[in-house]
């Protein structure tokens, strides 16, 4: 049009010289020339820059339509569109909108969350017994109101073939740490795809969910036990989705194995090793389930502890070695025709079995000045199910039972008389358990207010009764859940 325009006011004025030719000498005529070039440019020039903006625009609305449309397994979303899914949790927004603000600006997503406790018992004083105690997230937190687990995203695609994320974490005690850090691809050829950084890994079923994601506000004891709350690595993640009707998934990684139950070893080579294969399917047009099967494996370089020994004096016992874990994990779920956004139903179990062989140094200390370390063995497992029906569209209750078994550890020190049973005063043999039951209330996606009650008997001979009243509010965009 801008072009038209131009050649149309060109044309006259070429035609319209002759007549101003008399009137008008030379150095007007070329005036006017050197002006009408100069519009016939500027109108050029302006008509380029829109043309290049308008292909700009159209090629990005191209790769938001292919992100959009890719399923959602390629997008770190659930891993197959089954019946029946759970209603959203807070802040899950759809792949299509996720993406849309991830084009080009990062996604920033916040999560608050915070709870009000009631314990029967003294926090400080906490245990499960017969377990090495995996680090400071064990244990119910403190009485009365307290900082949850509150969480701030940066996520964006990174360009057509690689998306990040960043997800800072801030505890009860004001400290900030990294709790995520990675990249992943986009869609590569043969339904593989590859993670690096920091993430929480793929084993088990709750272990790759962020706390606000939990049905429970606390994580089973299991997970207490054996990972200290969550196992996270630092390394690499790679995953092929098969090419079936039915949902397959096998996954490895490999990783530096710092954090609990393994150590930071400060050494060349793979510290950590993981592999997880998991298959699902429907059941009908209201049901849907998945299985899984996981194993990791660790190496403990001098892993201490606390304890108190036989003769009430506290002590700092060493592990060295090994340490493989198994965890089992099913899930079901129940929606009427498959709409979930009214009622529906969630049954999910995991059972784990874990071995430790290596050497337990006993008071690091006097071993210092001359004490062998003992061998050590222990095989332990545990177990938990859970179910959570929604009644109502914005109302749920649930119900949770733990149970783990500790076993009677073998060690070379008590089986020659050097030492006692009594001087492991954590490693004596129990089996802690807890009975939890939860209701909680959805405003929206955005928002939740939940209710706990449990029983737990984690050390032998005490009870301890707990409530928990709980809030998590979800602020920006926040990505869809896994299945």
Known sequence: MYKKSVLAVAMAATLAMPLFAAAADDPDLAQIREQIRQMKDDYETRIRALERRLQEAEAKTERIAAQAQRPATEQGGAPTAVAGAPPPAPNTASAAGAATANAYNPAMSLILGGTYARLSQDPNRYRIQGFVPGGEEVGPGSRNFNLGESELTFSANVDHRFSGQLTFSVAQDNSVSVEEAFFRTQGLAGGVNLMAGRFLSGIGYLNSQHAHAWD??????????????????????????????????????LGRGATFPGTDRNQNGIASAAAFVHLGDDLGDSGSWRLGLSYLRNQSAERTYEDIDRTGAAVTNAFTGRTGTWIADAIYKWAPNGNATQTNFKLQGEYFRRKEDG????????????????????????????????????????????QLYSGTPRLSSV?????AAADFSRLLSYNPSRSTVMVDYSPSEFSRFR?????????????????????????????????
Do not use: C
């Open 216 to 253: 429970f506000t606390d994580a089973p004891l299991a997970y207490q036990a054996l990972f200290g709350g969550q196992y996270k690595n630092d390394g690499l993640q790679l995953k092929w989705l098969a090419p079936t009707d039915q949902f397959l998934e096998l996954g490895v990684e």
């Open 359 to 402: 050497t337990l140094t006993y008071d690091t200390l006097a071993q210092a000045q001359g004490t062998t370390p003992g061998s050590y063995t222990a095989v332990q497992s545990g177990w938990y199910v859970q179910g959570v029906y929604q009644f109502m569209p914005q109302w749920r209750v649930g119900l949770r039972y733990d």
């Open 415 to 419: 089986d020659d008389g050097t030492l």
């Open 451 to 483: 209710v706990q009650l449990a029983r737990d008997q984690s050390r032998p001979g005490v009870t301890d009764n707990q409530l928990f009243l709980q809030y998590i509010m979800s602020l920006g965009v926040h990505g869809a859940h896994t299945f």
